[in-house]
């Protein structure tokens, strides 16, 4: 059983940046994969980044990519996602969510546990 609690979240204007956070706990944290989500006002949940359990391998979303980076601190059970550069489209409630199979997923799922969500708004 793995809990998960996002935090760092709230409102910026466009061009800044949020750091999210996810604690997680449970003792299979160090083996599950890690994902973020977000999911803006009528519309579906949408993978953001995805890490690895050793965080050798990440994936972005192609509307993220080169603006957030995904890492984590298997020591700390945490995992954040740095997020630079935000649009007004980046507004939505953002998710963090673990997978025991330590292989890249991008639908929902595939993932085993969720947090509660952390809500970024970004003002143009």
């Known amino acids: 059983q793995v809990q998960l609690a996002e935090s760092g979240g709230g409102l910026v204007q466009a061009g800044g940046t949020l750091r999210l956070s996810c604690a997680a706990s449970?003792?299979?944290?160090?083996?599950?994969?890690m994902g973020w989500f977000r999911q803006a006002p009528g519309k579906e949940r949408e993978i953001v980044a995805f890490?690895?359990?050793?965080?050798?391998?990440?994936y972005y979303a192609d509307s993220v990519k080169g603006r957030f980076t995904i890492s984590r601190d298997n020591a700390k059970n945490t995992v954040f996602l740095q997020m630079n550069s935000l649009k007004p489209e980046d507004t939505a409630v953002y998710f963090c969510?673990?997978?025991?199979?330590?292989?890249?997923?991008?639908?929902?799922?595939?993932?085993?546990?969720w947090g509660q969500g952390t809500q970024v708004t970004v003002s143009s």
């Open positions: 969510a673990s997978r025991r199979r330590d292989s890249l997923s991008t639908i929902t799922s595939g993932y085993d546990y």
């Open positions: 449970g003792r299979t944290f160090s083996s599950a994969a």
């Open positions: 890490i690895s359990w050793s965080g050798q391998r990440t």
